[in-house]
């Protein structure tokens, strides 16, 4: 947002397992938010779970202090859904295609923890800077892991994560950025 970001990006992603890819992106048009439900979760999301056998990653991990972490290359989608299945907008999605019209965020947060307000601003400010690249209107779409993930029960992630005091600086953050429909 015009050099003016209070949170440092660090471009990871030539680094990635491509095992934890998929090729070919189209258009993002909303948001799903994690939690790591660990520490130290970038050397997972790179390659660990691709050598683990268990493939996922995500587009962005944001650190405890709000650092970003870009892990996937411009081309390519991250599995972040896994198992799921939502409708958008009237169509059906399901697994790999869910994973690649949501931009997935991971949080650095273990279940006992509450994501810190750090982290709040930084995805605050990723979202309004992905936003005015994917031309989003107000209202954002945004959906908690545990919302997709089917079986449903499978996954309950974003943990400690306060999503009215999110959606108080994701609002403040796109009104002074003047995103559409504001
Ligand atoms: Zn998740």
Redesign the pocket.
């Given at each position: 947002m015009n050099g003016t970001n209070r949170y440092p990006d660090i471009d990871n992603s030539s680094s990635g397992d491509t095992r934890n890819f998929g090729a070919g992106r189209g258009i993002i048009v909303g948001t799903?938010i994690?939690?790591t439900s660990g520490t130290s979760s970038l050397d997972w999301l790179l390659s660990g779970s691709a050598r683990a056998g268990r493939p996922a990653s995500a587009d962005f991990l944001i650190d405890r202090d709000g650092t970003r972490h870009k892990l996937t290359r411009p081309g390519y989608y991250p599995y972040?859904?896994?198992e799921s299945r939502y409708d958008i907008y009237g169509r059906k999605y399901r697994g790999n295609d869910l994973s690649s019209i949501l931009l997935?965020v991971?949080l650095e947060n273990r279940d006992d923890q509450r994501c810190t307000y750090q982290q709040l601003d930084s995805l605050a400010e990723l979202l309004v800077i992905v936003g005015l690249d994917n031309s989003w209107r107000w209202p954002y779409y945004l959906l908690g892991?545990?919302e997709v993930?089917r079986p449903l029960g499978r996954?309950s992630?974003?943990q400690g994560f306060d999503w009215g005091d999110f959606m108080g600086r994701l609002y403040a953050t796109a009104l002074a950025a003047q995103v559409p429909g504001l």
């Open positions: 799903l994690h939690t972040h859904a896994g997935g991971e892991h545990y993930a996954r992630d974003p």
